[in-house]
């Protein structure tokens, strides 16, 4: 079977509607004559004369007469889809986001971000889901709405990334460690008992690279998968731990942070999502809440570089 015409059912609502085709023609921006051929398609589309002559004018056969209601409901609709969409009304919106994010990003930010949603849209949910590898598979799916973090080698090409701020990383140790009885030396770090972070169980990643740059090397006392979770063992223990400063502020506090005795790239966090929910009203609300929420350690970042 071919496919049909679906621009007939726009001429045909018009026409049912005018039953006329000069005034069909001018509601179209067509002449006479190429709407007396759009006419003569319909007919043969539908196996019906659908206007007929009666004196000067045209009337509706029975079957136009059941078809009128049916296609000015279609025309609509299809309107409607093809419409850019209705403002975003925040009081009215329902709806829960799932968004993927680090355990240090979600208790840092995550507090005021959801003050700000019950304020704004006391209707929106959030859904956090922990990262526990740089698998973009989710985003694309559609079982993650929105993602934080460090895009990767791995990070699909066809995602939508916005920075959010930049950090750099820094030393915390509890109050009273050894380690800062005086100025940290790249020597007196490498020689402290370390807790590494990595989501997939490495012990060794850039810290080690820029000690063995400089002849030296750490030793590994425990990996864990977050950054709370290597601040909390610092607080109880004499462990070094090396988190992102800007990414962990609130994480921080009762600990001693210092700055690292030797080189390190710093790293930017971005929010990322799948391209599909680029343009929904909700979604690009929900970015601009968490960009603005970033927005002090952003600008600070920059008026530092």
Do not use: Y
């Not at 049909?4 to 006329?20: A, I, M, R, W």
């Not at 319909?42 to 049916?70: C, F, H, N, Q």
């Not at 093809?82 to 829960?96: E, G, K, S, V």
């Amino acid at each position: 079977m071919s496919r049909p015409d679906f621009n007939l059912l726009v001429t045909l609502d018009v026409l049912l509607t005018e039953g006329s085709v000069a005034r069909a023609a001018r509601r179209l921006h067509l002449s006479p004559s190429a709407m007396s051929r759009a006419l003569a398609r319909l007919r043969e589309t539908t196996g019906d004369p659908l206007l007929v002559r009666a004196g000067r004018g045209l009337v509706p056969t029975p079957r136009a007469l059941a078809l009128r209601s049916e296609v000015a409901r279609l025309v609509q609709d299809a309107e409607a889809v093809l419409r850019p969409a209705a403002a975003l009304d925040l009081a009215r919106l329902t709806r829960t986001f799932t968004i993927r994010s680090s355990e240090g990003f979600v208790e840092n930010f995550g507090p005021p971000l959801i003050a700000h949603l019950a304020d704004a849209a006391p209707g929106v949910r959030l859904h956090f889901l922990p990262k526990c590898a740089k698998d973009n598979a989710p985003l694309r799916e559609g079982a993650v709405d929105l993602e934080t973090g460090v895009i990767g080698a791995t990070s699909g090409p066809e995602l939508c990334v916005q920075a959010l701020f930049r950090d750099r990383f820094v030393g915390v140790v509890r109050v009273g460690h050894p380690v800062i009885s005086g100025e940290p030396t790249v020597a007196s770090f490498a020689a402290g008992r370390h807790v590494a972070v990595s989501r997939r169980g490495r012990a060794r990643g850039p810290i080690d690279e820029a000690l063995r740059a400089q002849g030296l090397e750490r030793s590994i006392a425990t990996v864990v998968g977050g950054f709370s979770t290597a601040l909390a063992l610092v607080r109880s223990t004499d462990l070094i731990a090396t988190v992102p400063e800007r990414h962990t502020g609130n994480l921080r506090s009762g600990l001693h942070t210092f700055r690292l005795p030797m080189p390190l790239e710093g790293i930017t966090i971005s929010q990322f999502w799948h391209p599909r929910l680029d343009a929904d009203p909700a979604h690009r609300w929900l970015r601009g809440c968490v960009r603005d929420l970033c927005a002090p350690l952003r600008d600070s970042s920059d008026s530092t570089r």
